[in-house]
């Protein structure tokens, strides 16, 4: 089983800049795909991002193409995800996960097998 710590959340204007990480341990990430999620109050959890486990392939959201960047470093054992531009409505608990399923990553929150507790983003106006 793999656990998942996402970190680097915190506070940040907008038009700030963020960048998360999602460490695995218990096992390395292999040839797993891994999403970015995110959740706001009151709202379901939407997908913004993944990648496949060699980056070849890296589906975005539309509400983040163009702002957001997934990488990953699997050397580290490690998920990132680079938020720039960012607006208040981003503001939201974001979660990384690991789709067991090889292929090409997919973008729905059942589709994921194992997910970190999250990491709150704020963003002021």
Do not use: H
């Not at 040839?31 to 913004?48: D, I, S």
């Not at 990648?51 to 998920?79: L, M």
């Amino acid at each position: 089983q793999v656990q998942l710590v996402e970190s680097g959340g915190g506070l940040v204007q907008a038009g700030g800049s963020l960048r998360l990480s999602c460490a695995a341990s218990g096992r390395t990430f292999g040839t797993y795909n891994v999403g970015w999620f995110r959740q706001a109050p009151g709202k379901e959890r939407e997908f913004l991002a993944a990648i496949s486990w060699g980056s070849g392939s890296t589906p975005y959201a539309d509400s983040v193409k163009g702002r957001f960047a997934i990488s990953r470093d699997n050397a580290k054992n490690t998920v990132y995800l680079q938020m720039n531009s960012l607006k208040p409505e981003d503001t939201a608990v974001y979660y990384c996960a690991v789709d067991r399923k090889l292929g090409s990553p997919r973008t729905t929150v059942p589709q994921y097998d194992y997910w970190g507790r999250g990491t709150q983003v704020t963003v002021s106006s």
